[in-house]
């Protein structure tokens, strides 16, 4: 009897001793992976610069009147992967459908910003489509004068 408890503990032993060491390299999996996170904007939109910071918020308040406000009620452009909206009116019509009319959501992961360009790599979500996208604005002053969507790779 004694035997069998001793070799049931050793297994025992054996199989946590496992467990913690399978653990640990779970650790080290999930480190090395989050290092590059660090770079990201997770969440934030501090780092966005104006008035893309402002236009963000503005989508994910579900706000169309603020959205549409960023545009020039004639110039302003969408750029959505190749279809293009001109105007305030042809912009809202596509945002109804697609948009804020979709309860998108915006979640910057990476911006870059040269000129009067800024390139915002983020998380899109939204009941007509999700994914990551790449959402490249031109500004003028508070002003977007075009946002184009494109594939985030």
Request: glycine share 8%.
């Amino acid at each position: 009897m004694l035997n069998t408890q001793t070799r049931g503990s050793g297994i025992l032993y054996i199989l946590v001793a496992a467990l913690i060491l399978s653990s640990a390299a779970c650790g080290q999996t999930t480190t090395k992976k989050e290092e590059p996170q660090r770079n990201t904007m997770e969440n934030s939109q501090s780092k966005l610069p104006p008035p893309v910071d402002a236009f963000v918020a503005a989508v994910n308040a579900g706000d169309t009147d603020k959205f549409l406000a960023f545009f020039d009620e004639k110039t302003g452009v969408v750029n959505d992967w190749g279809r293009r909206y001109e105007g305030r009116a042809a912009i809202k019509g596509w945002s109804d459908k697609e948009f804020i009319g979709a309860r998108g959501t915006i979640t910057p992961t990476r911006v870059e910003h040269k000129d009067n360009v800024v390139s915002l790599w983020a998380g899109w979500k939204s009941s007509f489509y999700s994914g990551d996208s790449l959402f490249i604005f031109t500004i003028d002053g508070e002003k977007i004068k075009e946002m184009r969507i494109a594939d985030a790779k």
